[in-house]
Each structure stands twice: as structure tokens, then as C-alpha cells.
């Protein structure tokens, strides 16, 4: 299935100069869907113990993957959506900084982990998500995406696996 026919370019969103990849028709077709949560469940080759899924459109695949993966699901969220006591991490948006959380107990040491998230861009946000998982004790086997934007060259800030179903 050709997945590229079904994320579209929308131009100056959320501002001037971004060519925002939207996979709304994708997650909106049910084929596609399945069919692109089964081409990266084939990209893995080990045993998942957690995906961890990335706010916001992390979420959608994530846990559809650790379901077809029999692996646990963990959010990781934007500061202060989290309930239970949680470890952060800072890390530099073009403009100023943001943090992201993940509950202190999500991860036990030695899990295999999978980080998940839609379109990897400058690599900046899955980078800080893997010092989290490093944090406590995971073993991140992949970090897999929905799309690359491979002129950003986010793949060279990632010290492990990085596998996609497109690229841009
Ligand atoms: P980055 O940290 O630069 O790799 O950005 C990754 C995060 O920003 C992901 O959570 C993406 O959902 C989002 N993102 C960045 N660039 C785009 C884009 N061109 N289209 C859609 N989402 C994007």
C-alpha cells in the first residue's frame, strides 16, 4: 500500500515556512491504518516489553502496536498531564525550551522498549524521550516513525535503531 497517498501536505501550519504532514486520512481509513501498523510491526525483530508512545500523535499507532506487539503501552506527556510521580526532561524547541514526562514506574530496568511517534523532524523531540527511557533503565531495541523528513537528518541525534514506513 502506497501510505504517501494518504498523509497530505498542509503549507504554513502551525506557521509560515512548516509543511505540516498530516495523517488524518490515514488514521481515517481503516485499511490504511491496519496496513500501516502491520508494515512496522514487521520493521521490529525482538521481543517489546513497552512502546512508548509520544503526545500527541505518538498515541495513536503507539497503542495499536503494543497491542499487536502483547506489550505494555506508556504515555509520554507534555508537563503536568501526568498524575503519578513522574521524572522530566528539558529540550530545545526552535524557539525557548519544553519538558516531557513519563511516570517514574512505567519502565522496569532491562525492558525492551520501542519509542514511538508520527514523523520524526529534527530528532530533537525522540532524543529527549530516549534520555527518559535511558533514565530508568530501558533498553530501547527501535525508534520507529510513521514518516522520516530525512533533509533534517534527525536520525544522526538517535544512538539506536531508527526504522519508518516513509520518508520524505
Ligand atoms: P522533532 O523534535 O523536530 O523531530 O519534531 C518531532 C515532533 O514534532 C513530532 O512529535 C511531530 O509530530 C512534530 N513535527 C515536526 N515536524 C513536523 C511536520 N513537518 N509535520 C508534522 N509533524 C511534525
New binding site residues.
Given amino acids: 500500500m502506497n501510505f504517501e497517498n494518504y498523509i497530505r501536505d498542509i503549507y504554513d501550519f502551525p506557521k509560515k515556512g512548516?509543511?505540516?504532514?498530516d495523517i488524518t486520512p490515514l488514521l481515517g481509513n481503516p485499511e490504511a491504518f491496519n496496513a500501516l501498523a502491520n508494515t512496522l510491526v514487521a520493521l521490529i525483530d525482538q521481543k517489546i516489553d513497552k512502546v512508548i508512545g509520544?503526545e500527541a500523535?505518538?498515541f495513536f499507532l503507539g497503542g495499536v502496536l503494543a497491542q499487536k506487539l502483547n506489550a505494555g503501552f506508556v504515555p509520554v506527556r507534555k508537563k503536568g498531564k501526568l498524575p503519578y510521580d513522574t521524572i522530566e526532561v528539558t529540550y530545545d524547541l526552535e524557539y525557548g525550551t519544553d519538558i516531557l514526562q513519563i511516570h517514574k514506574d512505567a519502565i522496569t530496568k532491562g525492558d525492551k522498549i520501542l519509542i514511538h511517534?508520527?514523523?520524526?523532524?529534527?530528532?530533537?523531540?525522540?532524543k529527549a524521550v530516549c534520555k527518559l527511557v535511558e533514565q530508568l533503565g530501558g533498553e530501547i531495541v527501535q525508534c520507529n516513525f510513521i514518516a522520516e523528513?530525512d533533509f533534517?537528518n534527525?536520525k544522526e541525534k538517535l544512538n539506536y535503531p531508527v526504522k519508518s514506513a516513509l520518508n520524505f
Fill in positions: 512548516i509543511v505540516f504532514k509520544i500523535r505518538g511517534d508520527d514523523i520524526l523532524a529534527t530528532g530533537g523531540t525522540a523528513l533534517l534527525g
